[in-house]
Antibody, heavy 125, light 107 residues
Framework: EVQLVESGGGLVQPGGSLRLSCAASGFTFSDYWMTWVRQAPGKGLEWVANIKEDGSDKFYVDSVRGRFTISRDNAENSVYLQMDSLRVEDTALYYC??????????????????WGQGTMVTVSS | AIQMTQSPSSLSASVGDRLSITCRASQGIRKDLGWYQQRPGRAPKLLIYAASRLQSGVPSRFSGSGSGTDFTLTINSLQPEDFATYYCLQDYNYPRTFGQGTKVEIK
């Protein structure tokens, strides 16, 4: 069964750090980009970061660049999100998702086809 | 960053209805757009990619159209399990950006 399982969420004070993990199973992990998406309580979805299959390319939303670091370990079939200098506004449910590439004739398209159940991060004093 | 604007923000509909949700990009994004469904308390689910391609396993009552800046998700014959929030997402460039969501409620 194709599956993603996040862990590592919790309560942390502003300025603190947290490391999220996402364990993949049921597919060849090293063949896919991976993505983190978050959702603040009662709000919409926000893309946070993604990482290339071999970890050589990474992209971030402006609001987390310089504070969050995405990484992966293909031997462990896992992707991580190191979150430093956390702010109250980082409070959210964090999902990891598989970033699937679809080829249609000569064009490529991305979509997040597999999602985990999410791990909650609460930043509060 | 490209802004994605969905309309309406919410709507009420009945089982069996046909409804459409629109998503407008602040600049042209070719067909680099997906649609996602999120039921309460659940993770999002991919419905449509490349603006109009149905994801495997998704019922054919869902369809997508559009290119450039204007896109539409259509649900034919709404079913009870379709009451959820729907999001568009552009994958044209970084940062990836979602629309604000459209909540579909039971009338």
């Amino acid at each position: 069964e194709v599956q993603l399982v996040e862990s590592g969420g919790g309560l942390v004070q502003p300025g603190g750090s947290l490391r999220l993990s996402c364990a993949a199973s049921g597919f060849t992990f090293s063949d896919y980009w991976m993505t983190w998406v978050r959702q603040a309580p009662g709000k919409g979805l926000e893309w946070v970061a993604n990482i290339k299959e071999d970890g050589s390319d990474k992209f971030y939303v402006d609001s987390v660049r310089g504070r969050f670091t995405i990484s992966r370990d293909n031997a462990e079939n896992s992707v991580y999100l190191q979150m430093d200098s956390l702010r109250v506004e980082d409070t959210a449910l964090y999902y990891c998702a598989r970033d699937c590439n679809y080829r249609i004739i000569f064009d490529w398209y991305d979509a997040f086809d597999i999602w985990g159940q999410g791990t909650m991060v609460t930043v509060s004093s | 960053a490209i802004q994605m604007t969905q309309s309406p923000s919410s709507l009420s509909a009945s089982v069996g209805d046909r409804l459409s949700i629109t998503c407008r990009a602040s600049q042209g994004i070719r067909k680099d757009l997906g649609w996602y469904q999120q039921r309460p308390g659940r993770a999002p689910k991919l419905l449509i990619y490349a603006a109009s391609r149905l994801q495997s396993g998704v019922p054919s009552r869902f369809s997508g159209s559009g290119s450039g800046t204007d896109f539409t998700l259509t649900i034919n014959s709404l079913q009870p399990e379709d009451f959820a929030t729907y999001y568009c997402l552009q994958d044209y460039n970084y940062p990836r950006t979602f629309g604000q969501g459209t909540k579909v409620e039971i009338k």
